[in-house]
């Protein structure tokens, strides 16, 4: 669904083509909503008021209650949104809950009353700042609660469109609306990248193979002016990236190395590196995964498609930093020609590995693409993959599991990820686990065995960062949900786009004010 997303200081005009209005309410009851005095019919405002003194409606974040106005004004439905303790989280929350509900009115036209408790600033810095958090958030939470999977159809029905107006319920003018555009249009530019990656990792795998995914990335870079390699398998080949090239040599879509580059500070030494794991379709291999469930392995580039994502949004917003992006992208099938269980590779950087199972895949070439980052000069990694089942044994599909060889560098990312409500876990690298890897016949094996399986394969990846900086996260358990839960939908959830997103545009204003 497309969302455009506007602002006005003309509420009148804005009720007036609205088929819908929203209107946020907390826990406590007599509010502007509720008091007969606000921008709604008193008869109306009277009446949503006694629904929320009965405690039908609690204001609780992600409930809503429609009202038909029947007549009261232009608009026929009033949507009565809760927005909870007015944290982000609970406006992003309150934000997907408003735009469902307008999605089942199939209201094209809406408009957003901002009360002003959520206007609450003036000049001072901190307080304008509390603003442009709350309208990302609110931002954040109608773009992602409208970005549905599109169903691949014979008649395939128009996209529908929303358009939703922001319109302050008091006269607002100065910082504060300043603060709140300056959120809403951040909140616009997150939506985007997360609806995007959505899209790239809901699209069946016929119809994304790695060379079709080096081509969305190509048109990526083209919209948004970065610089691209696609490295191909003979490419690959001299450049031995085994890992990547055993993977993918049991298919016959090849597999492909895709490497996008920022450069926003070309002075600065720093680099971040971030990979993303491309398997665009994983049956396992040799290692055959159970039949049952298996369509939901398209989703084996989540890790791609966040990254893609995240460099969506540095494009768009420009921070003075580095960053190099680097995807391999292949699919794990069996074959004549396919891996199998006790071959060794030789990785690209000079590692071998012992392949005691074929679906574990994707710390294969994702040594590769960390490689490949720091020969490119990345100085941090960050990599992200759907890697393992044991994430969710762990963790369910509430968290992103995270390992790392350094504390400060995750905490930096954890804080990012508290700023956009996705949340990481760390676990532990203690020593003990890493024994876990050690081959007979190689460098080291690409499986621990079951115990503590998230851990082990993410110190896999990590022996690829050669000593520097990194984090490993798991997104095994979050990358995809069954029903629809909050912001997230069901299908692919585009989980850590912003999360990377935000972390790297901190980095930027770090540097800028440092």
């Not at 949507?79 to 309150?94: N, P, S, W």
């Not at 044994?393 to 560098?409: P, R």
Request: glycine share 12%; with cysteine; net charge negative.
């Amino acid at each position: 669904m497309g969302v455009e997303l506007h602002y006005t200081s003309g509420l009148e005009e804005a009720l007036e083509s609205a088929g819908t209005a929203v209107v946020f309410a907390g826990p406590e009851a007599g509010e502007a909503a509720g008091k007969g005095d606000g921008p709604l019919p008193p008869a109306l405002a009277e009446a949503i008021g006694r629904f929320r003194t009965s405690g039908l409606f609690k204001g609780e974040a992600g409930g809503t209650q429609t009202f038909p106005t029947l007549g009261t004004m232009k608009a026929g439905y009033v949507v009565l949104a809760g927005i909870g303790d007015g944290t982000a989280d609970a406006l992003r929350q309150a934000g997907a809950a408003a735009a469902k509900a307008c999605k089942q009115l199939k209201t094209e036209n809406i408009c957003v009353l901002i009360g002003p408790e959520l206007l609450k600033g003036g000049a001072e810095k901190d307080a304008e700042e509390a603003v442009r958090l709350r309208a990302q958030a609110l931002a954040e939470g109608f773009m992602l609660g409208a970005a549905a999977r599109v169903p691949q159809r014979r008649e395939q029905p128009e996209e529908p469109k929303l358009r939703v107006v922001f319109a302050p319920a008091e006269p607002a003018a100065g910082p504060s609306a300043e603060a709140f555009q300056a959120g809403m249009r951040r909140g616009r530019m997150f939506g985007e990248a997360v609806a995007y990656a959505r899209r790239l990792t809901n699209l069946p795998g016929n119809m994304l193979t790695p060379e079709m995914l080096a081509l969305e990335a190509e048109a990526l870079a083209n919209e948004f002016e970065l610089d691209i390699e696609v490295i191909d398998e003979w490419t690959a080949a001299e450049l031995e990236m085994g890992g990547l090239l055993g993977v993918g040599q049991g298919s016959a879509n090849p597999p492909r190395m895709i490497v996008l580059h920022y450069e926003g500070a070309p002075d600065a030494k720093e680099k971040l590196g971030l990979v993303g794991k491309g398997i665009t379709f994983d049956t396992g291999g040799i290692s055959l995964k159970r039949a049952d469930g298996m369509e939901e392995m398209i989703s084996d580039m989540a890790g791609a498609a966040a990254v893609l994502g995240a460099m969506r949004v540095i494009a768009q917003a420009k921070p003075a930093v580095n960053v190099v992006a680097v995807i391999p992208a292949a699919e794990n099938m069996p074959s004549d020609r396919a891996l199998k269980p006790g071959d060794v590779l030789k990785t690209m950087s000079g590692r071998t590995v012992e392949v005691v199972n074929t679906d574990a895949e994707g710390r294969l070439v994702l040594a590769d693409g960390l490689t490949t980052a720091i020969r490119r000069g990345a100085t941090r990694l960050i990599d992200v993959a759907t890697l393992t089942g044991a994430v969710m044994v762990a963790l369910g599909d509430v968290a992103t599991g995270a390992v790392t060889n350094d504390d400060a560098f995750l905490a930096e990312l954890i804080e990012a990820s508290r700023r956009t409500g996705e949340r990481i876990w760390q676990l532990p690298s203690w020593p003990e686990y890493r024994k876990q890897l050690e081959s007979d016949a190689a460098d080291l094996k690409n499986s621990g065995g079951r115990h503590a399986g998230t851990i082990t394969g993410g110190l896999f990846i990590g022996e690829f960062a050669d000593g520097l900086p990194w984090i490993h996260l798991d997104i095994g358990g979050t990358a995809w949900m069954f029903k629809d839960r909050g912001w997230d939908m069901k299908g692919a959830t585009g989980v850590m786009t912003r999360t990377l997103a935000e972390y790297v545009l901190q980095l930027g204003a770090a540097r800028t004010t440092a």
